[in-house]
Structure formats: C-alpha cells, structure tokens
C-alpha cells in the first residue's frame, strides 16, 4: 500500500500496519461511502 511507508526491503512492517490501521488505510484508497462490501481472498504462498 503506497499510505504505509517502509524501507523497501521490509515486508513485515507493511503488514502489521495494514493490519493494524485497515479502516483508515481503505478509506484513503476507496473514499467515504455509507457502506462497504469487503470479499476476503486467501493465496496460496509459493
């Protein structure tokens, strides 16, 4: 996500504030809406 800054090479921050601040990161991506349809998808890792 371009809102969550890291040093390029650490993954793990990333994640863990994704995580931790999901809310406000979707609104800054999508925008206000008096409702959100969310579908979760899982990936296998290779």
């Given at each position: ?23 406000i ?11 959100y ?10």
């Amino acid at each position: 996500m371009r809102y969550t800054p890291a040093d390029g090479s650490n993954k793990t921050k990333k994640d863990r504030q994704i995580k931790m601040e999901f809310g406000i990161l979707y609104f800054y991506k999508f925008g206000a809406r008096l409702s959100y349809k969310v579908k979760y998808k899982t990936t296998r890792m290779k």
